[in-house]
């Protein structure tokens, strides 16, 4: 019998924690992005205190990259587990490909310099979507087999 698991709907405890802890990230991540907006079109800090204040909306980044890290070594169902390190993989194989595309074409003055907003974390979190995706195409696909 083949184990048919939706990822969507598979809320082991491990899965329950992981959720909780993004949606506190991602609730600290939306404040900051604002405060630290507000921040910098009202009175733009200056100096070391720039830098600080900058740097704060990436925090909860990094604290989502935790979270995912912790859910991968918490899952305890093994092929719960196989997913999400192959949609983790997907995501970094598509950052690095984009990214590494992106930069060449900036070395050869193809593209201006910069990334218009949209750098490495974005890319990798559009992959990590699009991976959970193809899990879910290859799951039904195996499921009607």
Do not use: H
């Amino acid at each position: 019998m083949q184990k048919e698991l939706s990822m969507s709907r598979y809320r082991s405890p491990a899965m329950q924690r992981y959720l909780r802890r993004l949606a506190g990230f991602m609730v600290v991540y939306v404040g900051l992005i604002f405060a630290v907006g507000y921040i910098f079109r009202i009175a733009p800090p200056t100096g070391v205190l720039a830098w600080v204040v900058a740097v704060l909306p990436a925090l909860p980044i990094l604290g989502v990259f935790w979270t995912i890290a912790r859910l991968l070594a918490e899952e305890t169902d093994e092929y719960m587990r196989q997913l999400l390190v192959r949609q983790s993989l997907f995501a970094t194989a598509f950052c690095l490909s984009i990214m590494t595309v992106w930069e060449f074409l900036q070395n050869y003055e193809v593209v201006p310099a910069g990334n218009g907003g949209f750098g490495a974390a974005f890319f990798w979190f559009v992959g990590l979507g699009l991976g959970g995706a193809w899990n879910a195409l290859t799951n039904r696909a195996e499921a009607e087999e």
